[in-house]
């Protein structure tokens, strides 16, 4: 193709007024915005998560802003990346942001967009991928504060580390959990843990302070077996149905105090139904003429750590949901806690870190709702067992929750907002020096 000098001329005085009009800023956010997704496009789902390739990206990035990192596999093939910006004053007691690197599974074809391409949408800025909001936005606006406060020339008062940890999603136990316990950790002497929250569709930024402790329930029945056309009592289907009929009443009830808007999702009780097993196979699906002498349901529990009296729920299990007479029997598997104390956070004005984000926030412009429970599980409870204060926080305001759902998204002024305010809270917990007997008292005051 050819074209006339003319046509020249005016593509290039084009292409001069579409440089002109890319002011210093927005071509310094451009990057920002590459580097999120090139870590979205790393494809770190689960069950195969290409752990080497997040661990390359996250040191490069480290290498670039001179900040110390180490790679330490508690687990073979499941690297932990931890990186060290040194303090003024290094026996302060330490700032931890920890982020995840796994992401969950996806199923492509239920998407608009492919989940590890990380596309902008040109109409709106939304950002969609795969990890997007649950949470390597996080972890990469941790280091995009880091990298702004360093062009600054700003210098911490204490030691900030920063980790990026395998496996959250599947519980943590080779990645957060083999951390938090490890003698490195202790010597790391953490004062506080922020880590991951959640979206909120409001303008309100949303804190946690604690999570519902999870629990896995499976309830079995058994009856006599029997013809399919014979009516009789106490089948081991007539018993589990019984028992699902009354677990789903608890569960309306609950459900019934977060809709009346009386409760938080992450104050009450949530049963969900998980599986059922019943059934006598054939070679083209069930056999029809029998009633089974065995049916199990398996139900995901989650209760909140304000729970009054926590017994009462195991009560309820043994005397309603499975009970003896009725020829049935569970099995109740559960989370630890501390010294059977619920892992809290204080959120009120003895814990000076949650006055200092609070304030931090608001200085940055954002808003916050009041504090939260947070209703699923996050690698923050590990922290929390050590003693340690932690904070689940993930800036993003007016942004549907989708994280395990199709489509996640951020949109890009979101993301960009979020490092402004990490810049905000890195610099107030950096410079806090108030300290009592040259040591915190916090770490204690769960
Ligand atoms: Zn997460």
Known sequence: MTMSFDGFRRLFSFISIALLLRTPSTIADDSVLSRFQQYLQ????HPSPNYRQAADFILSQAKSLSLESRTIEFVENKPLILLKWTGKNPDLPSILLNSHTDVVTVEPHKWSYPPFDAAIDPQNGNIYARGSQDMKCVGLQYLEAIRKLKDSKFEPVRTIYISFVPDEEIGG???AKEFANS???????????LDEGLASPEDKYRLFYAERRAMAL???ATGAPGHG???YDNTAMENLLKSIESVRRFRASQFDLVKAGLKAEGEVVSVNMAFLKAGTPSPTGFVMN????????????RVPPTAD??????????EEWAPASRNMSFELRQFKQKNGKPLMTAHDSSNPWWSLIEEAIIKAKGKIGKPEIFPASTDARYFRMKGVPAIGFSPMANTPILLHDHNEFLNKEEYLKGIEVYESILKAFSSFVEAKNGKDSLRDEL
């Open 42 to 45: 790393i494809n770190t789902a």
């Open 173 to 175: 136990l080779d990645g």
């Open 183 to 193: 003698k490195m950790f202790d010597e790391m002497n953490v004062g506080i843990v």
């Open 218 to 220: 499976v309830i079995k």
């Open 229 to 231: 056309a014979k009516l």
């Open 290 to 301: 029998l009633q089974p002498s065995e049916a199990q349901a398996g139900f995901d529990i």
């Open 309 to 318: 009296d926590p017994a009462s729920l195991e009560r309820r299990i043994a």
